[in-house]
């Protein structure tokens, strides 16, 4: 059963800086390609950041410099380093996981994390 917990949401001001984590389980999370996706109130869902097994990034236009997704194995933990923070990254953040090799496809999500950025 797959498990999804995110951590290290928080309110912090505009040029701030927060580290999201999520602690994977219930699967070979080493083998599979991991997400981070965000939530504004009154908007759907977009993707900010994937990560495949070999360590292949990418990012959504809105937040590459600013943001680094990385991800540890041994760990079995997946983290989203937030940098130059702005009001508009105010969003509820969820980690998920597609269990494929490539970051396509249907994805299981945890709860997420609120992140606030303040002006």
């Known amino acids: 059963q797959v498990q999804l917990v995110e951590s290290g949401g928080g309110s912090v001001q505009a040029g701030g800086s927060l580290r999201l984590s999520c602690a994977a389980s219930?699967?070979?999370?080493?083998?599979?390609?991991m997400a981070w996706f965000r939530q504004a109130p009154g908007q759907e869902r977009e993707g900010v950041a994937t990560?495949?097994?070999?360590?292949?990034?990418m990012y959504a236009d809105s937040v590459k410099g600013r943001f680094t997704i990385s991800r540890d194995n041994a760990k079995n933990t997946l983290y989203l380093q937030m940098n130059s923070l702005k009001p508009e990254d105010t969003a509820i953040y969820y980690c998920?996981?597609?269990?494929?090799?490539?970051?396509?496809?249907?994805?299981?999500w945890g709860q997420g994390t609120q992140v606030t950025v303040s002006s």
């Open positions: 219930g699967y070979t999370y080493s083998r599979y390609c």
């Open positions: 990560i495949r097994g070999d360590g292949t990034t």
């Open positions: 998920a996981t597609n269990l494929q090799i490539y970051c396509s496809g249907v994805y299981y």
